[in-house]
């Protein structure tokens, strides 16, 4: 195990359901992301915290919406999806925040597989 | 445009036979890169990091080079295994961007 926990492994929403996904880190760590990964598609980041503030919005579409209530907790909020939404969505945590000069490897979870009927 | 890309989708090697992964990018310059293995339905897991002032970096069994000239890394597994099958992502430390990932089949 990682130390990053994500629930539900398994989400089937339809397009005009609401749902959550949740991933809490058990490792002291500052810094928290989701990614996006599609078949066929590399990784894409779409969110990143640090000490609870959103560093950065990768251009996702406002149908996502992020929460980090703490260091340990993070949150994606789901509403109104399209099918092409469906992806396994990564949540990962690191040390801190990588930067040019500070690396910081970043630990996973196990991912939320994601299908929007 | 930023582009980054791995030598091939999938690759097959025998056991025993050294694999090696190739990681090239345009328009990026990394301070660092880094190494990830992904199993099926599984999150990424870190392998190893390569600083730009570094050649190469070894961890028992993983070589990573970091060539800045060519924007290329290789990632070597040697005597490689069954067990050493999956897909390995490269990616650029501070821009959070990760590369297609290869997909690696050990052949008993």
């Known amino acids: 195990e990682t130390g990053v926990t994500q629930t539900p492994r398994h989400l089937v929403m339809g397009m005009t359901n609401k749902k959550s996904l949740k991933c809490e880190q058990h490792l002291g760590h500052n810094a928290m992301y989701w990614y996006k990964q599609s078949a066929k598609k590399p990784l894409e980041l779409m969110f990143v915290y640090n000490f609870k503030e959103q560093t950065e919005n990768n251009s996702v579409p406002s149908r996502f919406s992020p929460e980090c209530p703490n260091s340990s907790h993070l949150f994606l909020h789901l509403h109104t999806l399209q099918p092409e939404d469906s992806a396994l969505y990564l949540c990962?945590?690191?040390?801190?925040?990588?930067?040019?000069?500070?690396?910081?490897?970043?630990?996973f979870g196990p991912g939320t597989r994601l299908t929007v009927l | 445009s930023q582009k980054i890309e791995q030598n091939s989708e999938a690759l097959n090697i025998q056991e025993g036979k050294t694999a090696t992964l190739t990681c090239n990018y345009t328009n990026y310059s990394p301070a660092y890169l880094q190494w990830y293995r992904q199993d099926p339905g599984r999150g990424p897991v870190f392998l190893l990091l390569i600083r730009e002032n570094e050649k190469e970096k070894r961890k028992e069994r993983l070589k990573v080079t970091f060539d800045t000239t060519l924007k290329q890394s290789l990632f070597h597994i040697t005597a490689s295994q069954p067990a050493d099958s999956a897909t390995y992502l490269c990616?650029?430390?501070?821009?959070?961007?990760f590369g297609p990932g290869t997909r690696l089949s050990v052949l008993p």
């Open positions: 990616a650029l430390g501070q821009n959070f961007v």
């Open positions: 990962a945590s690191s040390q801190g925040l990588a930067g040019l000069f500070n690396s910081h490897e970043q630990f």
